[in-house]
């Protein structure tokens, strides 16, 4: 089994719908992030959390918002999902760096999400 | 602000050729560095690192990378590649005093042809 399980894998929706993506990790780590992928752009950070209180804002936090349910899940939302948030959703985890910054990042599966 | 800079988004190559994937980044201060890569349909996994020590750092697959900070540059090296290594490869680079922010570069798309 995937030690970061990403759900659904792939999602079709309508503009103004509600989505949930969901992770789920067993490395036992306690920091997890969402990012979002387009092409041409790389990977773009949306939310990160560093324990089940700890809710921090990315650099495209604005239209998504997320929920630590425990130590191991961390799901995002889309209130209301418009066409531009067409995108490739990962969410990772990882250990604090050595020295300081942020260590290695264990990704899931990733979760393609498709806004009409 | 922090930015990452891969210079090469589209690299097709022959099996055996030698590969060399460029990476700049802006930042004055201690970095840890990166390169991840994504094989078609995957999701990405680390291909090396660098913290501190040995600016030469020696990754999977037969991946290296060397880090000239005089250059601001972590450039990725493969002696010969192989059909295998086709994929994308990602640079991203963290700040030292950030313990969250990691800037990723925009991709390089390698092909490589049999």
């Known amino acids: 089994d995937a030690d970061v399980t990403q759900t659904p894998r792939n999602r079709i929706t309508k503009t103004g719908k509600r989505i949930m993506l969901e992770c789920s990790q067993t490395k036992g780590h306690d920091r997890m992030y969402w990012y979002r992928q387009d092409p041409g752009l790389g990977l773009r950070l949306i939310y990160y959390?560093?324990?089940?209180?700890?809710?921090n804002k990315g650099e495209i936090s604005d239209g998504y918002s997320v929920s630590r349910q425990a130590q191991a899940k961390f799901s995002l939302s889309l209130e209301s999902a418009i066409p531009n948030q067409t995108a490739l959703y990962f969410c990772?985890?990882?250990?604090?760096?050595?020295?300081?910054?942020?260590?290695?990042?264990?990704f899931g599966e990733g979760s393609r999400l498709t806004v009409l | 602000a922090q930015s990452v800079s891969q210079h090469n988004h589209h690299v097709i190559l022959s099996e055996a050729a030698s590969l060399e994937l460029g990476c700049n980044y802006s930042?004055?201060?201690?970095?840890?560095l990166f390169w991840y890569v994504q094989y078609p349909g995957q999701h990405l996994q680390l291909l090396l690192k660098y913290f501190s020590g040995d600016p030469l750092v020696k990754g999977i697959k037969g991946f290296e990378a060397e880090f000239i900070k005089s250059k601001f540059s972590f450039n990725l090296r493969k002696p010969s590649v192989q059909w295998s290594d086709t994929a994308e490869y990602f640079c991203a680079v963290n700040a030292k005093d950030s313990s969250y922010k990691l800037i990723f570069g925009s991709g390089t798309r390698l092909l490589v042809r049999p």
């Open positions: 959390s560093f324990d089940v209180k700890d809710i």
């Open positions: 990772a985890t990882s250990d604090p760096g050595l020295a300081g910054g942020i260590g290695e990042l264990f």
């Open positions: 930042y004055g201060g201690t970095v840890n």
